[in-house]
């Protein structure tokens, strides 16, 4: 852990530089807009300029969006009294496995589920077991699929949903195997979805 | 009041960030003052106090709670806007329990600091006028 914490603290730095300086590219499009707007008459390209500056600013959310995914990674091995919140490590986690998915070609989906729901695991440790959940899927799938992730309540405990058809055809084998003693030494359960289809990890309580 | 009569204080040690910052709201009728720290910033308010400070939060030197500390114990009617990032979120929190007016996440929209200025400098003028 104490690797994660000395990456993490690293990554926590960089993603906050690369904030600035996504703020003041973000600025100075902004400027440019401005100068456009109050004295662009007569530009020939004034159309096309404005374009580029659209997919400036496009690019900068874009930009913001990972760094603060990344910036949550970062953080993620502390150790926090409340407990993770799992919507919000679920978000982050999923908006960086996005681009795997893709390559893979599916659909990744993190259903809009309860927030506020918290574990008493690390962020790190949730993010990495529900990491490997999602790999078993991946691996599973069929191009074209569709993947949906979802944190629910279940008996007073927060629980990870992954609703991919096919996933039952991992127990036995050692994807699923690993699935379990991670979950297990961490204190989580594992159960098959409703229907038999997908996966439910049941996280552990956070300490009242 | 009129724009051009707002007194705005904007303090980040981002040089190209804020400078961009001061020409567009300059283009929008506001010439703010800009300070590249914290000690400056506090040299700028007792030179002369403004209605509103924009401050970053994450600064070498003098760090931006520090400076809203001792900004609302020398001037309380300044009103402060931090400027947060994402990992700092919570100072942006600790921030308004220290009597910030409101905090806002960079990037910016220019737009919506203008109107928080706003609101920033007629709370002050209400405050005072119940003062």
Known sequence: MRDALFMGRLTAGATHEMQNILATIRESGGLMEDLLAVGGEGFAHAERFKKGLCVLAEQVERGMALSEQLNYCAHAPEATPAGAEVNEAMRSLVGLYRRDAARKRVNLVLAAGRTGLRTSLR???????????????LALLPQGSQLMLSVEEQGGLAVLRLDSPGYEALRGQEPFAELERRARALGAGVSAGPGGQGVVLSLPKPQA | MNKKDWKILLVDDEHEFITTLAERLELRGITPRVAFDGESALAAVAQEEPQVIVLDVLMPGIKGLEVLERVKRSNPRVQVLLLTGHGSTRDGIEGMRLGAFDYMMKPLNIDTLIEKMESAIDYAGKAANLG
């Open chain 1, 123 to 137: 962020a790190l440790e949730l993010m990495g077991l529900a990491g490997l959940a999602l790999d078993c899927a």
